[in-house]
């Protein structure tokens, strides 16, 4: 089993930092290594745990800079950033920031947990909303979240396993891993390996 994705949350309001130590615990992929920390010491806490995802708390920030602060002053860690429905010039901002995820806290626990995963392995992700506002309507790579056996796929395609060898490793048939790759090419926006490499 691998080891699991160290993950650090800032301080949220109580029920929302109630559910989200709760989903993160109970993934057995995830280890919750500090939460509830103040923006004023997610700097320390970061240094001291070096994790390898960040939960912000949009609301919690003095200013949008610090999500660049963060990332300047901590590049190998990803940022998951949790905003209340946050518009699409919001979330693109975010990443143009540093950050690999901007997600509405009013989605669900699962698609929280899915882009923790995907933040974890550089994948951008951003609300449908975010995604499809852009120029002539194209879409941004992450914008449909990737399940979890597909974000297990991905990984072993970006580590460039043959579909027999991925197959082999998660136990399953290599149609079945087609079906994945072609669904992760379709969410992703690209139509081949060889783009895929070109992402990662």
Do not use: W
Request: net charge negative.
């Amino acid at each position: 089993m691998p080891s699991p994705v160290s993950v650090v949350m800032a301080q949220f309001e109580d029920l929302i930092s109630v559910g989200l130590k709760h989903l993160i615990n109970e993934d057995p992929y995830l280890e919750l290594v500090a939460a509830d920390v103040p923006i004023e010491q997610l700097d320390r806490e970061i240094s001291k745990h070096d994790p390898a995802v960040v939960v912000l708390n949009f609301g919690s920030l003095n200013s949008t800079a610090q999500v660049f602060q963060l990332h300047e002053a901590h590049p190998e860690t990803r940022i998951l950033v949790l905003a209340n429905r946050p518009s699409s010039a919001e979330c693109n901002q975010m990443l143009s920031f540093g950050a690999t995820a901007c997600l509405g806290k009013e989605v669900e626990g699962r698609d929280v947990i899915n882009a923790v995963h995907l933040a974890s392995r550089g994948m951008h992700v951003l609300p449908r909303s975010a995604a499809t506002a852009g120029a002539n309507g194209a879409g941004v790579p992450g914008s449909e979240i990737l399940t979890p056996r597909e974000a297990d796929v991905l990984q072993l395609l970006q580590d460039g396993a043959t579909n027999a060898q991925i197959a082999h490793e998660l136990m399953i048939g290599i149609e079945t891993v087609r079906t994945h790759a072609r669904n992760i090419y379709r969410k992703l926006g690209i139509s081949s390996r060889r783009e895929l490499a070109r992402l990662t």
